[in-house]
């Protein structure tokens, strides 16, 4: 894609008309888009639970202008059409739980700890660029990216980069560094005279608490990140247990803290002690939920809380059966598959997140739908909670994750019909970003 320089001018010398004005920077503008259309069999809009036949979406610039039957559409024949035949038009979607810094954690190449220990930040952002074009051309245009797992303040680099149009990839809501405590996060393990460096902020105390929100927001953080639970196991009678880190005066400090700054508090939460503190605190989503009590899903009903599950990973590199680790791992999809049932008959808020980065980049993201369904989602849920609902949750109703005059021309398209076999989201054939083509038919890349 072409891209204008808009020159802006800095005063060098002293100040206003007595000062010596030269260029200081070149900032990098994308070109007027023009009107176009896109066409397409079937539309699921995101928001309704009917589908549309033959309809023509109108674009000007970054946002949707109109959506029509293809009949009643009367603009000029020079407005360029792009024909998507036999396919189902979608908004763009959202994944709403991603981390673009990690990699997976491949045991024979180090796990989670190689990546903090001996790759350099610059190999990292470049990976993290990988992963963020893997996703949008995979029909994803946006992500909540909830932290960066100890490559500090790079996602709103990589944030800043897309927005200037420097790389590919969706649109970025940015966690930063999250929060923990002492004791409540990686790397683990080593002699106890040797420092090393840690996937999170670790605070102690309100105060910390308080002054770790205000760096992170400082710095450029959308939502904070927050492990309420570290470690999991089982009891001798075969309960999943987590370790529970943050006391709920110290979440209820980063939470007044980022509300006041008109933010949001996601919190990591497996089950148990750490999973009430969360709720207790008044967490604005609730992160994983492996086990939930019926009285602590009344709790979210009744403070309005999201649910993020993410289903998939739990099901993926299991440990041996005999060991453990991996009783652990059968336990925790075994009651995260009830949990989620319970939470979707309850009504729950439930929002789209994956936590790709802890699946590796080059899996399919849209697995996640898969696991939705077979979990009691009907297909229009599960593409709903990637859509409209994940919208609502990043406060972008009518924005993002619906087809709709004035949202932003944020598309994706399959073949055929999603409803029938929700697996063809892996497999989208078109995906536009604000009005740019950026994967499939008419690409503009």
Not at 136 to 163: H, M, P, S, Y
Not at 216 to 234: F, I, P
Not at 242 to 258: F, G
Request: aromatic residues 6%.
């Amino acid at each position: 894609m072409d891209v204008k320089k808009t020159v802006i001018w800095c005063c060098v010398f002293g100040l206003g008309a007595a000062g010596v004005w030269a260029p200081c920077v070149a900032v990098s503008t994308p070109p007027e888009l023009p009107t176009r259309v896109v066409y397409a069999a079937r539309l699921i809009d995101g928001v309704s639970a009917e589908v549309r036949l033959d309809v023509a979406v109108v674009i000007t610039g970054e946002r949707i202008v109109a959506v029509k039957d293809r009949a009643a559409l009367d603009l000029p024949a020079t407005v360029p059409r792009i024909d998507l035949g036999d396919a189902t038009l979608l908004p763009g979607l959202i994944d709403t739980h991603t981390h673009i810094f990690l990699q997976g954690e491949v045991p024979e190449e180090g796990g989670y700890d190689i990546q903090l220990l001996k790759h350099p930040l610059a190999y990292r952002v470049a990976r993290a660029v990988v992963a963020s074009r893997r996703a949008l051309e995979q029909g994803f245009t946006t992500l909540r990216d909830v932290e960066t797992e100890g490559a500090g303040f790079g996602d709103v680099g990589i944030k800043q980069a897309i927005e200037d149009g420097i790389i590919p990839g969706p649109r970025l809501f940015v966690s930063t560094v999250s929060i923990s405590t002492t004791g409540g996060y990686p790397l683990e393990g080593y002699a106890p005279e040797i420092t090393v460096p840690k996937g999170a902020q670790l605070i102690d105390g309100p105060i910390e608490a308080r002054k770790a929100a205000r760096e992170q927001l400082d710095k450029g953080a959308d939502w904070l990140k927050v492990y309420m639970t570290h470690r999991s196991w089982l009891d001798r009678r075969g309960n999943l247990v987590s370790q529970p880190t943050l006391t709920v005066e110290e979440l209820k400090a980063i939470v007044d803290e980022a509300h006041g700054w008109g933010r949001h508090v996601a919190c990591h939460a497996y089950n148990g002690i750490g999973l009430q503190r969360a709720l207790d605190g008044a967490c604005d989503s609730l992160e994983h939920g492996l086990e939930m009590t019926d009285a602590q899903i009344s709790q979210m009903l009744r403070q309005g809380t999201w649910y993020v599950p993410t289903l998939a990973v739990y099901y993926m590199d299991w440990d041996p059966a005999q060991t453990p680790s991996g009783q652990r791992d059968r336990k925790r999809a075994a009651l995260h598959a009830v949990s989620f049932a319970k939470a979707l008959k309850a009504g729950i808020k439930i929002a789209f997140g994956t936590d790709m980065g802890g699946i590796p980049w080059n899996q399919p993201i849209a697995q996640e739908f898969v696991r939705e369904v077979e979990l009691g989602m009907t297909p229009m849920q599960a593409i709903q909670s990637a859509t409209g609902k994940a919208a609502e949750l990043l406060g972008m109703t009518g924005e993002l994750g619906v087809v709709a005059a004035g949202a932003y021309a944020d598309l994706m398209a399959v073949q055929g019909n999603p409803l029938q076999d929700v697996a063809a989201l892996a497999h989208p054939v078109f995906v536009m970003k604000g009005g740019v083509v950026s994967a499939g038919v008419g690409s503009d890349h």
